[in-house]
């Protein structure tokens, strides 16, 4: 089935550095995808939807030019957190629209990955 | 707008006992229905989902959920509760038509008693 590939799981960074976080479709491919942003003992909030080719499309609220989105290619999405401050401290998850058992366009989520800002 | 409730923060249900995790939707066009289960410091991994096809849905690890449009459900249930069900169990919607973002409620801790 559809995987989707995050890295790194664990991040931990100085505050004021910058943070990469990739995401990949390993076995399928994928013109959108979408990050979400987890707080402890809560849901999950979309922060944007990454479009390969274009722009990223950002939810009320969110910040552009504190989380950077690019979708350099059809299987590579990447989440940078620049000048990171404790406060951005969270678990970011991405997922994309895979080709599920039923083809009805399933979101498939990669396994997360924390950022702890020092 | 399309939104989901979950009732119930947390649940707690003794090994073997049936699971009830709640979910209602609110969705001004005919909606997709999913449950999602996250496990510490993971991904969701997918449950279920509601297409518009069967009103039972069948999904993994012997859980079902039925969608009920008079009462915009789509309650999650599993008659026999194990151990490795403690999770966070997610409900989430998305339009039918559209892109393909989806809205999540705010989660239901399930805690499994032995």
């Known amino acids: 089935g559809a995987v989707v590939s995050q890295h790194p799981s664990w991040v931990i960074c100085k505050s004021g550095t910058s943070v990469k976080i990739e995401c990949r479709s390993l076995?399928?491919?994928?013109?959108?995808m979408f990050w979400y942003r987890q707080f402890p003992k809560q849901s999950l909030m979309l922060m944007a939807t990454s479009n390969e080719g274009s722009k990223a499309t950002y939810e009320q609220g969110v910040e552009k030019d504190k989380f950077l989105i690019n979708h350099a290619s059809l299987t590579l999405s990447t989440l940078t957190v620049t000048s990171a401050h404790p406060e951005d401290s969270s678990f970011y998850i991405c997922?994309?629209?895979?080709?599920?058992?039923?083809?009805?366009?399933?979101?498939?989520f990669g396994a997360g990955s924390r950022l702890t800002v020092l | 707008a399309q939104s989901v409730t979950q009732l119930g923060s947390h649940v707690s249900v003794s090994e073997g006992a049936l699971v009830l995790l709640r979910c209602n939707y609110s969705s001004s066009v005919p909606p997709y229905l999913f449950w999602y289960v996250q496990y510490p410091n993971q991904g969701l991994q997918l449950l279920l989902k509601y297409t518009s096809a069967a009103t039972l849905v069948k999904g993994i690890n012997g859980f079902e959920a039925e969608f009920k449009k008079s009462e915009t459900s789509f309650h999650l249930t599993k008659p026999s509760a194990h151990m490795s069900d403690a999770a966070e169990y997610f409900c989430?919607?998305?339009?039918?038509?559209?892109?393909?973002?989806?809205?999540f409620g705010t989660g239901t801790r399930l805690t499994i008693i032995p």
């Open positions: 997922s994309a629209p895979g080709t599920g058992d039923s083809g009805a366009n399933v979101l498939t």
């Open positions: 989430a919607v998305r339009s039918s038509f559209g892109n393909e973002k989806l809205t």
């Open positions: 076995d399928f491919q994928a013109t959108t």
